[in-house]
């Protein structure tokens, strides 16, 4: 059977260019990687979105960028700026929960009003070079609102639509609900990618068994808990535990010393950056060890908490 392509999905703060560039490097097994959402704001585009995006900074194989608009209008005018960098191909966000967003009619918020979906959608036909994906929940208030949704989708011209298996609702917390997801997957003529909650190896291959036309599987927490997972995952065979922190602790050198070198905002800045990926990786790890890396106060603390999990395995 053939295996199931991995996209990293988006986090925004985390799989910047700095980590998609590590990550690669050091681990691999990732097909597709997609950036954090890049949007208008204050009438232009952030300056640190457009520095994630310039093709100098990024090493990996394939990259999507993402944008977030809540009209065909906005979307344009993020899409100017993205397709300049030779972009052929970009994800439109229609999954993000984030209340203010939501607020705006973007993201999941998007979701409850397909007259507003097909409006964005109509993007598609103005660049008739780039081809466009788009990522999604199975609704903002609920799962049947993805099944509305379906005829503007099917009519228009995707490379895949990736569902985040939740609705907005949910955030991030509950389960994921595979039956809607099958509902929906089953009805799309698109090429579908699961997303939501997985974290194997096993979980994988189970998706490969259980959904065979599914095209891929997109992991953004699992991915970053256990990077390990997708290079594994293609290759067949697990790493030896040896081996998967010693490209955890490279993986985790290179963004700390990106970040030493670019953040100019001192050692608590430093700090607060790095600190947020321990949201995150290797939750296993000894809870004392993760605790000290929580609580430290300096950079030189902080290397040794680190060095002290990703050796005591
Ligand atoms: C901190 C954080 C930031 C996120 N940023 C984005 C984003 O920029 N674009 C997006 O489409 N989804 C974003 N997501 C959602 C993830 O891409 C993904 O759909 C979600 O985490 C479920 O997948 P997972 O269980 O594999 O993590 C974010 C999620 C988290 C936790």
Redesign the pocket.
């Known amino acids: 059977m053939e295996r199931l392509k991995i996209y990293m999905?988006?986090?925004?703060?985390?799989t910047e260019a700095p980590y998609r560039n590590a990550f690669e490097k050091h681990f691999g097994g990732v097909d597709v990687y997609?950036?954090?959402?890049i949007r208008w704001e204050h009438g232009g585009l952030r300056r640190k979105d457009v520095r994630d995006l310039h093709p100098d900074a990024n090493k990996v194989g394939h990259l999507v960028p993402?944008i977030?608009a809540a009209s065909a209008e906005e979307a344009e005018l993020i899409l100017d700026q993205v397709v300049s960098y030779g972009y052929q191909e970009v994800?439109l966000?229609m999954?993000?929960a984030f209340p203010m967003l939501v607020k705006k009619g973007k993201?999941c918020g998007l979701l409850p009003e397909p007259e507003r979906v097909r409006g964005l959608l109509q993007v598609v036909e103005r660049y008739p070079d780039i081809s466009f994906s788009v990522?999604m929940r199975l609704g903002y208030e609920n799962a049947a609102e993805c099944m509305e949704l379906l005829p503007v989708l099917n009519e228009t011209r995707l490379s895949r639509v990736?569902v985040?298996a939740?609705t907005g609702r949910q955030q991030?917390k509950g389960v994921c609900d595979r039956e809607a997801f099958l509902r929906f997957a089953r009805e799309c003529r698109h090429p579908v990618v699961y997303?939501?909650?997985?974290?194997t190896v096993e979980f994988l291959s189970e998706l490969q068994r259980g959904m065979p036309f599914l095209e891929g599987v997109?992991?953004?927490?699992?991915?970053l808990a256990a990077p390990w997972v997708a290079i594994e995952y293609h290759e067949g065979a697990a790493w030896s535990m040896e081996r998967r922190m010693s490209s955890l602790r490279a993986l985790h050198a290179d963004l700390l010393d990106h970040y030493v070198q670019t953040l100019e905002g001192g050692e608590k800045q430093l700090l607060t950056k790095m600190k947020a990926f321990w949201e995150y990786i290797y939750p296993e790890g000894d809870r004392k060890c993760r605790k000290k890396i929580h609580k430290v106060q300096k950079v030189a603390d902080y290397t040794q908490a680190v060095f002290q999990l990703l050796s005591g395995y």
Do not use: E
């Open positions: 999905a988006p986090l925004q703060g985390l997609y950036t954090p959402f993402q977030i994800d966000n999954g993000c993201g990522k990736v985040h939740r991030y997303n939501g909650d997985v974290t997109m992991m953004g927490r699992g991915l």
